[in-house]
């Protein structure tokens, strides 16, 4: 077996993520304790008891899905689980898997999503940008219709998620354009999205500047682990190096397929979605059908991977 743990980003959240993980394993509990505390409110209890408008906020989203992540991680390792070959996070998630990589310590990793949230928040003035979800039309057709709907505006892929899912983003405007281009030319379907800001996109360029100067701040350690980066679809093991992707990942696509692809190549036959939600298992399917994909995010969902995996403990 080779093993790869990939992190959850935006859109996985929901309340009451992460209290059955507190119940049950202290080291989830010191895990929020550590959170609450580098934040200085208790985003423990927004995770646990919402409520959702609140949660879906991008500025606490962020961090409590990274902090859900760690406290899931934290459980696997007092279980017994192996220690993975590589790791991928999906947008935020990329620093849940710097953490697991020791490149990053939690306290740092929490209160710097916390402020990317709020940039890219900030980035945007209210109903100026939008983004969509493609199902069912290739990438070069799809960047062909951005290309057409552009009309001087921002109008890109955002999310390359599998060979069947594509999220664009971009003006209001141009998005909408771009809509009806793609159901005119035969997309399978597609789904305006409810998001506060266009991710991803040219449009996070004053968000990404921002970010950019905490970064050079931060401290950072060379991976552990090798972290495939989302937005080059490389191996990376240095500190300099995942400074650089975190900085370029908040105004570039998500390049996930090729993220996932790549880890394939690398003989990864097994991938553990370890966080709140299933949205990367979900995506795994459409993109390999030949690999295993399981997912912790609960007592529940820890017991039975764990079993699946030959853990001693679980």
């Not at 406290?71 to 849940?96: D, I, N």
Request: overall charge negative; some cysteine.
């Amino acid at each position: 077996m080779s093993l790869a743990y990939i992190f959850p980003g935006q859109g996985s959240q929901y309340p009451g993520m992460g209290k059955d993980l507190v119940e049950n394993f202290p080291a989830a509990r010191t895990d929020f304790e550590e959170v609450d505390e580098a934040l200085g409110f208790p985003i423990s209890r927004l995770c646990f008891d919402g409520p959702a408008e609140t949660l879906q906020l991008t500025e606490n989203t962020q961090p409590a899905i990274l902090s859900v992540s760690v406290a899931v991680l934290r459980a696997m390792k007092t279980e017994g689980f192996p220690q993975p070959e590589y790791v991928a996070g999906h947008s935020l998630g990329e620093y849940s898997a710097l953490v697991a990589t020791g490149a990053l310590n939690l306290a740092d990793a929490v209160r710097t999503v916390r402020a990317r949230g709020r940039y890219m928040q900030e980035a945007v003035a209210p109903g100026r940008g939008a983004m969509a979800a493609v199902m069912g039309m290739s990438l070069s057709e799809i960047e062909k219709v951005c290309e057409e709907a552009r009309q001087g505006q921002v109008c890109a892929p955002a999310n390359i998620n599998s060979s069947n899912q594509v999220v664009i983003a971009g003006n209001t405007e141009a998005i909408d354009r771009a809509i009806e281009l793609l159901k005119e030319k035969g997309a399978k379907r597609v789904v305006k999205l409810n998001v506060s800001a266009p991710f991803h996109c040219a449009l996070m360029m004053p968000a990404q500047e921002r970010l950019a100067a905490d970064l050079e701040a931060l401290s950072l350690d060379d991976l552990r682990i090798p972290l495939v980066s989302n937005v080059d679809a490389v191996e990376i093991t240095r500190a300099l190096d995942a400074r650089d992707s975190l900085v370029r990942q908040v105004s570039s696509p998500v390049r996930w397929l090729e993220s996932v692809e790549l880890l394939i190549s690398k003989g990864v036959d097994t991938f553990v979605e370890v966080g709140p939600g299933k949205v990367l298992s979900g995506l795994m399917r459409q993109i390999s059908r030949e690999v295993r994909s399981l997912n912790v995010e609960d007592s529940s969902s820890l017991k039975s991977t764990g079993a699946s995996l030959g853990s001693s403990q679980v």
